[in-house]
């Protein structure tokens, strides 16, 4: 059973190869749990696959996801687009 942040029973993480276009279990001993500048963690992995050396990437969701100060009470808006074409004068 694979839970909603990629981490199976066994103590294994999986992640998505864009490169080969499948899904790969990687052993929690050979992943690396990151914090990016932006405060989301990630993860990151290395496999060899037919020699090759194949890096994997996936953001997991926060530990805790309470709202800051900051974006308290922000809403989405929609964005605006220019008109096409030249502007009638």
Known sequence: ????????EEGEMEFYSVQLHEKIEVPDTDVDIT???????????????DGKAIRLFKFLPNVDATPTAATEGVTATKATTKPKGKAKT
Not at 1 to 8: L, N, Q, R, Y
């Open 35 to 49: 914090t990016a500048e932006n405060g989301r963690r990630q993860a990151r992995a290395t496999v060899q696959r």
């Open 1 to 8: 059973m694979v839970h909603k942040d990629g981490e199976t």
